[in-house]
Every structure is written in structure tokens, then in C-alpha cells.
């Protein structure tokens, strides 16, 4: 939709209503979900973004030499000052290990330890209970996610 029609279509009034805002709506799933994952995850003494972070990892365990820390960035929409904390908290509990590459020294990859790995199960299960509580299908997921990602790629893309 071109700028010019936008403009037409959509009154000021409008335009500033709560109600009407995309990103409100957006901010305040994300903010909601983020609280449910909370008392899930905190058990296993994992925050939101380290689970963020563990999911890629268990997704990428084929990798034998490990993720590389800018694609693991790549895949979560985050840069290295904000990946570098997550990693090092982890690292510390002792659920991933960093390692410098051995042809780049500045390249870093990312394993999962034993202990890392064995947080799998009970993370899918953190899943399973958030889809059940939410009251929404599986396909509704499928067709949000769907939509949202479509939404992302043009937004990146502007």
C-alpha cells in the first residue's frame, strides 16, 4: 500500500488510537508471553533470552564444531552486545561452553554441554504446558507465526 493511500484511508484520529496500534498489540503479547514463560523457565534457571538462546542450540546440536556466535545472533535478531552477556551467564551455569575458532581467532562457536543438552526434555515440556494454557490451537499458532514473520520481513526489509 502506497504511503499516499495510507494517508487517505486513515484519518489522524485514528492513526494515534491505542486500539488501532499494530505495535501495541504486539508489545503487549510479547510482554504477556514472556511473563508466562517466566514461572516455567525459572526452574530451570533459565531467563526468556537464554531460552531464546538454548533453543537454537538444541535446533543446531548436528553442528559439531558448534554455532558460531554471528549465527546464533543471525537467528535471534540480536547483536553481540546483547548475545555476549547471555552467553557468558550460560557459560557460567555451565550449560554452554565458547570456544575460539581455530582457523579465525575472532570467530567464537557455541556447545552445548551434558548438562545443557539434558535441559531439552523439560524445556519442550515448558512448551507443551504454555500451548495447553493458552487456549489456542496448534494450527493458530502455525497461521500468527506465519503472519508475523511475513510482518518482520518487511519491516527489515523497509
Known amino acids: 500500500m502506497a504511503l499516499d493511500d495510507l494517508m487517505d484511508q486513515l484519518p489522524d484520529d485514528e492513526l494515534l488510537r491505542l486500539d488501532n496500534k499494530l505495535c501495541f498489540m504486539l508489545y503487549a503479547c510479547s510482554r ?3 511473563k508466562q ?3 516455567y523457565l525459572e526452574p530451570l534457571g533459565l531467563t526468556y533470552p537464554q531460552y531464546l538462546v538454548m533453543v ?3 535446533e543446531n546440536q548436528a553442528v559439531s564444531e558448534g554455532l558460531r556466535v554471528a ?3 543471525e537467528k535471534l535478531h540480536l547483536d553481540s552486545g546483547t548475545l555476549t552477556p547471555l552467553l ?3 557459560e557460567t551455569a555451565e550449560l554452554v561452553i565458547r570456544k575460539r ?5 575472532r570467530e567464537v562457536f557455541v556447545n552445548l554441554t551434558k ?8 524445556a519442550a515440556d515448558v512448551s507443551r504446558q504454555l500451548l495447553c494454557t493458552s487456549g ?10 506465519g503472519l508475523l514473520e511475513k510482518l518482520l520481513v518487511k519491516i527489515e526489509g523497509a
Open 32 to 34: 504477556a508471553m514472556t
Open 37 to 39: 514463560y517466566r514461572s
Open 56 to 58: 537454537v542450540l538444541w
Open 71 to 73: 549465527e546464533l545472533g
Open 88 to 90: 557468558k551467564r550460560l
Open 101 to 105: 575458532g581455530v582457523q579465525d581467532e
Open 115 to 122: 548438562k545443557g543438552n539434558g535441559l531439552r526434555s523439560q
Open 136 to 145: 489456542v490451537s496448534v494450527e493458530q499458532v502455525k497461521q500468527a507465526r
